[in-house]
């Protein structure tokens, strides 16, 4: 793993940008008096899980999302797992190497083996080519990740999927207001799943979604999220407890009625980044496809340490002495953490040029959705002066 340089304290001199750190993101919440009057309601009655809320929640999700299913679970990454085990899926999985681990674990918890591919340079999804070319007799599935919340090749991925047989789940815990072609994702392959914890657009504090347009898989899914028991004490296959409780599913209910409003304001939000940060050498984006809609889970740019003057880590440091709080995300990369680098052999170096690359050079912005545009002005600034500061900045090696 490459080492990681430091900026030396204070070599930016004066005052930071903001006083208090801003954070990376900030979950945007629903109307509170609302929400306690409804869980008044349940507090006197006692039902407090998987009960008419769910039920309400699910059929909001289903009207929003254009789906004929969606069931809802305490977490994405259980929706993941779930959905692997009620496919009974066997042998291997092809994932992306460039996502966030829980992807990654949902197989392995499955008995399943990884195989990771590269993404895209410029959307930053998985490459529907290197998909292909992972493909052997051995492979089930594929598990595909809409990074930040930009679809990914949809269409592609369906065809590969179609051709070979192979079920198609879509990792969509970034997807809530992201749209492909027009349409939200949720309807495509043969399962997504999407996650609902506090940094995600849309929140019930923890909790997660698996949209279907498969009756029997949804069916299936909602015996297995109550340990595989359908009411009748007699479990026909292994699941877990993933309940959402009735807490979870009104502040659920709630967010989802925001969704439109915030998924909006991010968009200006990150057109007013893009206009700030276009001028610094070096600093590029994620490219979202003509017709698509991203949910901009995240706000990533793209540091070309030659251009910019200064490494994606000794910008992070020095935005952290600004009290501007950022992520390298996905940093390292999945094939190279230690829970999974046993599945990766061979030139890791070629088979990931692009997800090498990305990782090292990623880096997440502060983005929320009711973030102020003040405060991005505030940290777009900071992005310059460090910029303007940076043959004085004096990396060290830890
Ligand atoms: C791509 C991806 N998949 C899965 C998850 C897991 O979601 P949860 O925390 O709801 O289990 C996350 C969490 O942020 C994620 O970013």
Redesign the pocket.
Known sequence: MKKEKAIKPAILGGIPAFSEPIPITKPTMPDTDVILSRYKEIFKTGIITNAKYVKEFEATAVKHLKVRNAIALS??????MLTMKCLELKGEVIIPSF??H??AH?AVWNNLTPVFVDCQSDTFNVCPEEVEKAITEKTSAILA?H?FGNPSDIDALEKIAAKNKLALIF?A??GFGASYKGKPVGGNGTAS?F???P??LLTSA???IVTTNDDALAAKLKVARNYGDSGNYDCAFSGFNSRMSELHAILGIESLGDLAKNVKRRQKSVEIYKELLRKLPGISFQKIKKGNQSSF?DFSIIVDADKFGLSRDSLSEALAKENIVVKKYFYPPVHRQKAFAKYCQGNIKKTFVNTESISQTALSLPLYSHIEEKDIRKICEALSRIYSSRKEIKEVIN
Do not use: W, Y
Request: with cysteine.
């Open positions: 977490s994405c990454t259980c929706g993941l996502t966030f829980a992807t949902a990740t990074i990792d815990a970034h799943v996650s609902l914890s940094t995600k923890e909790g997660g889970k």
